[in-house]
């Protein structure tokens, strides 16, 4: 696929579990965008606002007018409420009452279109050319909006406990329901936060293995984490000499958060920068290509 092939694409960000670092892939993401683009914009529609307020907009997040509740409900202009978190990155923020917005959206007509029409269409192409959405971690109206609006799903998983129904609910409860309405394309499954050792009975190669036996996973499964049945063995026989898979637990990916600021601009010199932006490559074209550069079949 060449260049001239890319469009301007959204994505949301998102999986029915807490914890599965959803919110850190979601910002590291839309800066591998902004970083390779030019700019990009990251909307926050988790009610939890931490992406929000780790990137330092509380004043945002607790603002007495819902400025979530004026775009979507009252057809406020989005571009009063974004902000810059760094050179050619801009955030619109989530405010403390979304449950609200969540709530009047049931009874509004249309109101699982309205981000769609309120600020993705609007944006999309005119204003960004990559809009990465970061989803609540529950079903509900606004997870409904950003599927719809982006038609694109980016799943974090991490080799926490319950990772394996965390998987299993969002595709079954969240990505099949939608489906029936609309068309909705996994772009890739990511696991973060690994730092186990995969010789060994542990939970990063259950994880590892787990996503790499799906039957989809030669298209949703990236480059820095696809192990083939002979990389298994391999690993089995201690003969692997194939680079760690998957985002690795680094201190600069917490340490960053912690700093309010994406990883690349934190420590730029991190090596899990480049995972980042292999999946920055997939947003651009829409799904995965391999080395042999052909370009998998998005599920």
């Avoid at 029409?117 to 005119?126: D, F, K, S, T, V």
Wanted: charged fraction near 30%.
């Amino acid at each position: 696929m060449t260049d001239h092939e890319l469009e301007p694409r959204a994505v949301a960000v998102g999986v029915l579990k807490g914890g599965f670092a959803k919110t850190t892939t979601a910002i590291n993401l839309a800066r591998e965008l902004a970083h390779r683009n030019e700019s990009a914009l990251v909307v926050d529609l988790d009610d939890n606002g931490h992406m929000t307020q780790n990137l330092g907009f509380t004043d945002a997040y607790e603002a007495d007018t819902n400025h979530v509740h004026e775009v979507l409900l009252e057809e406020g202009d989005p571009t009063d409420a974004i902000v810059s978190v760094v050179d050619g990155l801009d955030l619109f923020p989530a405010h403390r009452d979304l449950e609200d917005v969540q709530t009047q959206l049931k009874n509004a007509m249309g109101g699982s279109t309205r981000l769609n029409a309120r600020l993705i269409e609007p944006l999309l192409g005119e204003e960004y050319d990559y809009i990465v959405v970061d989803c609540p971690a529950n079903q509900g109206k606004l997870n409904e909006n950003a599927l719809y609006a982006t038609n694109n799903l980016i799943i974090p998983v991490r080799p926490e406990t319950g990772y394996d129904s965390g998987i299993h609910n969002t595709v079954n409860r969240l990505v099949k329901e939608a489906r029936q309405y609309f068309e909705l394309d996994i772009l890739a499954v990511v696991p973060s936060g690994l730092s186990q050792r995969l010789d060994q009975d542990r939970r990063d190669r259950a994880l590892l293995r787990e996503i790499n036996s799906m039957e989809i996973a030669d298209s949703v499964v990236p480059e820095f984490c696809r192990l083939s049945d002979e990389d298994w063995a391999a690993i089995d026989a201690g003969s692997y000499d194939g680079p760690l898979p998957g985002i690795r637990y680094r201190s600069a990916i917490d340490d960053a958060n912690d700093a309010g600021l994406p990883l690349r601009d934190y420590d730029g010199a991190c090596d899990q920068l480049s995972h980042y932006d292999e999946l920055a490559r997939i947003v651009e074209r829409g799904g995965i290509e391999r080395e042999r550069g052909e370009r998998e079949v998005t599920h």
